[in-house]
């Protein structure tokens, strides 16, 4: 038996992330890289280790190899642990036959021995998909004080994005009276982080009665906590203040990465007291050439730059050759961009190849119909050929022949 | 010769002297190097890419930020229940000088002697190569030798006791001389040595006996003749780090893609204590020309010929040529620097105008504020 903790972690990093596309073709959405050295993942794990909680169980389904091996022993995040540590868990062979885990509510319920084993007081419940630094023993502070079954964090979003959200309504002392579900005309603007603190005596009887009810599509948003709700449990709002960005699309993965060059945007990774971790490979400082121009842009270790970077993040081991122009983009590990090639309002995943003279992506300044504007996408491994042309929205995940446009 | 039956032990104070205020506060083997390495990175990594799995460091004096940065071998793949890495601190109550290989080894003699490896390769901190030591052991084996010198071909490095080897067309060493006086090109020891357990532990026993000092002059040019010394010459791009102008030399070369290439590549790494800093962040004012930087660093100024560490910040209007900021280094706005070499946490407040020269940089210690 485990040695009793107060308070474990359950991230939730078996999703798809299908609209992303191309970038989740073979790996898991938490596992997708973000800000030039990190995957999305090693935010809420960074957090969780801040927070002084040592005990995470992350539940992989969705092409778990790729995020198996990047969480590894937990060692980066200093999860390797005597008592405790990072656990993958994957869904499992039992008695009674073989199951996915169903939704998220099924997730955890099927690790309820998991859970047992540490006897914690407190159980949260986080999903591995948001970008946000959270110091979750704040909230769990938070959570004894109101004596709460579940508390949720919550952020005010501006009224004209409220409709895109799980939303929730008050009381003077934070106590939750209502949710609204993603509403055309939203009345509150205090959404849901998808970031759950319960007490585990009580998840625990809710997620068996959950699992017992053949209706129920065992999802935490929509079946496990308005069954509390209406059973009168105790539910708190977490006021949550700072920057926090679901990056579930590539518009908003895109905007995310570019966050980080915004001084407004108020994410700081650079502070010390909060540092997010993440497995780094053993690579060189970057190189930037006589020829090469870089302003208002993020590159990581590896980097070899001959070409002209403007307002872009560049991952470790990108290469940029001379003459090529970087511009409002996200090139992720090992890519390489030769030559006089463009890359603009896109994102180019590992290791694909932008032949000389090629150009991805198209600047809304210049788009005649901006309806039919968006980033563009070249999948992990592509060869985009000379001279060729991805358009704006494009999302490419086979080789572009040379002078071919797509 | 496998690999796993060769113990490595770097000594960290190699020739700490010769570079006089920057290891002041730091042994041979955590001085800074290349953006974001310190020098033991280098035989470590070495050692460890080549297949050696136990290894001892030798650390006499002023090792504190050594045994920070090494820790428990975990970058390195060494932190291991079988073998793995060992600190082997100064123990004795009197001081042993960093310099005396025959003092040091005596000293950990029973560390050398419990291994289960029957080779030994002796390494130093200030020799910066990404070499295949494998193969030197191949060609230990080969050529039947009792002892095997890496060296190579070059100007004479500074150094005490440095020895100059004679080779002949089968690789006998046929002559050591220490401390030559030449300014030609010669065969010199990159002090990377390779012996037989049994072998060494006879020699250091000997040379206590006869309270010997140096292991150059008293142990090798002495048995050069009852002795099969061989030499195997390092085929790849190294540098010896023998004075301040040297060490300023090495981290500018990487400014060559050749020698990065070199250096650096995917299939042998050079391992290091990881920061998880941030990458770099290059500001709208930003102005980067041929310079090598390492994460954590903030750009807002000019940065031109220069080797920035890892969370070095140069604020704006700031001009840095042909420099060489270390760790956490401050250069404030409007300063400007040319030939000059930062220590870690050092600060240069506003409008200051430093400059040193290309043969002659100029040193700002650790943790001044200028």
Known sequence: ?406 | MMPKNVLGIVYSNSYDASLGALTARRTMGSVPFGGRYRLIDFPLSNLVNSGVTKVGVIANSNFRSLMDHVGSGRPWDLSRKVDGLTMLPQFTPTVVDGNNRIDSLSRIMDFISYAKQEYVVLMDSNFVCNTDLSKLFDFHSKKNADITIAYCTGTLPKLLNQAVLDVNEDAKVTNIGIDVKTTADVNYSANIILIRKALLERLIGDAQSYAYTSFEKDILQKNVSTLNIYGYKIPEWNCTVDSMNTYFEANMELLKKECRRELFNDSTPVYTKVRNDMPVVYGITSECKNSLIADGCQIEGTVRNSIIFRGARVAKGAVVENSILMQDAFVGEDAKLNCVIMDKNTVITPKKVLSGDKSYPLFVGKEIVI
């Open chain 1, 1 to 406: 038996m485990a040695k009793k903790t107060e308070c474990i972690a359950m991230l939730l990093a078996g999703g798809q992330g299908s609209r992303l596309g191309v970038l989740t073709k073979n790996i898991a959405k938490p596992a997708v890289p973000y800000g030039g050295k990190y995957r999305i993942i090693d935010f809420p794990l960074s957090n969780c280790v801040n927070s002084g909680i040592y005990t995470v169980g992350v539940l992989t389904q969705y092409q778990p190899l790729e995020l198996n091996d990047y969480i590894g022993n937990g060692g980066p995040w200093d999860l390797d642990r005597a008592n405790g540590g990072v656990h993958i868990l994957s869904p499992y062979q039992q008695i009674k036959g073989t199951e996915w885990y169903k939704g998220t509510a099924n997730a955890i319920y099927q690790n309820i021995q998991f859970i047992d084993r540490y006897n914690p007081e407190y159980v949260a419940v986080l999903s591995g998909d948001h970008i946000y630094k959270m110091d979750y023993a704040k909230m769990l502070q938070f959570h004894k004080d109101k004596d709460a079954a579940c508390t949720i964090a919550m952020l005010e979003v501006p009224w004209e994005e409220a409709s895109r959200f799980g939303l929730m309504f008050t009381d003077d002392d934070d106590r939750i009276t209502a949710f609204e579900e993603k509403p055309k005309n939203p009345k509150s603007n205090k959404a849901s982080m998808g970031v759950y603190m319960f007490t585990w005596s009580k998840l625990r009887q809710y997620l068996i009665d959950d699992e017992n009810d053949p209706n129920s599509s065992n999802d935490f948003g929509k079946n496990v906590i308005p069954a509390m709700h209406e059973a009168g449990e105790r539910l708190f709002a977490y006021g949550f203040e700072g920057y926090w960005k679901d990056v579930g699309t590539i518009d908003s993965l895109w905007e995310a990465n570019l966050d980080l060059l915004n001084p407004k945007a108020n994410i700081d990774l650079s502070d010390s007291t909060w540092k997010i971790y993440g497995r780094g490979n053993a690579t060189a400082p970057q190189y930037v050439s006589d020829k090469a121009v870089i302003e208002n842009s993020i590159a990581a270790a590896g980097c070899e730059i001959e070409g002209k970077i403007d307002y872009s993040v560049l991952f470790s081991d990108v290469t940029v050759e001379e003459g090529a122009f970087v511009d409002y983009s996200i090139i992720m590990p090992g890519a390489v961009i030769k030559k006089g090639a463009v890359v603009q309002y896109a994102m180019v995943a590992e290791n694909a190849v932008i032949e000389e003279g090629a150009v991805v992506g198209e600047n809304p300044e210049k788009c005649e119909d901006l309806e039919k504007w968006g980033v563009s996408v070249v999948g992990a491994g592509v060869n985009v050929g000379k001279n060729a042309k991805v358009k704006a929205q494009s999302m490419i995940s086979e080789d572009v022949k040379e002078g071919e446009t797509v």
